[in-house]
């Protein structure tokens, strides 16, 4: 068996903060009479906040000045950040913790991989910090996915080469760091959303030990390599 890095997306993959974020991005938009539909939202997910920001106002066609558009970032962090405050154990997905606990049983190396500069503070909200070999989030690099740096940064740390790790992805930009870093990517949602992913699962439900092992045990030919 050999040893591969498992790398998760948090919002969206670990914990559901992908509706908060909607909620928040919604009233912030709607208060400068910007409206956005679900589909849209696909094309935050993953994106930095600066960057869910330029398009929600790019839809818009809204120009801002810079201490408005800060401002306007401040608030919307602000209110995401009420409904982290809620925000404990139960707020895990279903069978995320299963999983994790059956890679730990395997001496697999885990490492968080996330655009949020929020992702500790929630980890230790729902107790899951300590679970962490290595953490990256958006405080950590500066260019955000699709750009593969919070994968690659990740693989370093756990002193693996990116063909080596698997990436649990949510959203679009976030498979296509994993396929640009070389790594295999699993998407965790709709397979018409994520259609680039190597694989697509609706949740880790349908994860099964044996998938992990076939990962575990096998070479895998990557479907998206760059
Ligand atoms: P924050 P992930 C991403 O987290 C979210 O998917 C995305 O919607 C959000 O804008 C981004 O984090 C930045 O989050 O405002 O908390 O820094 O999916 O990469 O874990
Ligand atoms: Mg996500």
Known sequence: MKIKGFIFDLD???VDTAKYHFLAWRKLA?????DFTEE???QLKGVSRVKSLEKILAWGSITLSDDKFTELMTKKNHDYLKYVDQM???EILPDVTKVLAYLQLKSQPISLGSA??????ILKKVSLFESFDAIVDGTDVSKGKPNPEVFLTAAKLLNLSPEDCIVFEDSVAGIQAA???????IGIGSS???FEADFVFKDFTEISTEFIDMLLTEELKLKNQS
């Open 179 to 185: 396929n640009n870093a070389n790594m295999i990517s």
């Open 88 to 90: 404990d154990e139960s």
């Open 12 to 14: 969206g993959v670990i």
């Open 30 to 34: 709607n208060s400068v009479g910007v």
């Open 116 to 121: 949020s500069k929020n992702a500790r503070n």
């Open 40 to 42: 849209q939202n696909e």
């Open 192 to 194: 018409e959303v994520l």
